[in-house]
């Protein structure tokens, strides 16, 4: 999140989920990194999507996922 300030672009939580993806498996750590989506009737677009990443039962980035169903799952060594 610290690095996302400084991008000249949006840097939101797909961004941010790839990012942290890629420096942990550089790493060697484990983890897993989820795509997610939710209904939003209030708006325009009727739906939400969200990108977070995951070590153990940490979550690194997209804070509090719990109200997104989850689309796909990608882990990596």
């Given at each position: 999140?610290?690095?996302?300030?400084?991008?000249?672009?949006?840097?939101?939580?797909?961004?941010?989920?790839?990012?942290?993806?890629?420096?942990?498996?550089?790493?060697g750590?484990?983890?897993?990194?989820?795509?997610?989506?939710?209904?939003?009737?209030?708006?325009?677009?009727?739906?939400k999507?969200?990108?977070?990443s995951?070590?153990?039962?940490?979550?690194?980035?997209?804070?509090?996922?719990?109200?997104f169903t989850?689309?796909?799952v990608?882990?990596?060594?």
């Amino acid at each position: 999140m610290r690095a996302s300030a400084y991008t000249p672009w949006e840097s939101a939580c797909l961004a941010q989920s790839l990012t942290a993806q890629k420096m942990l498996r550089k790493r060697g750590i484990p983890g897993v990194f989820y795509l997610g989506a939710m209904k939003d009737e209030e708006s325009k677009e009727k739906m939400k999507a969200h990108a977070w990443s995951q070590c153990g039962d940490t979550i690194i980035t997209g804070g509090d996922s719990n109200e997104f169903t989850i689309l796909s799952v990608f882990g990596w060594k």
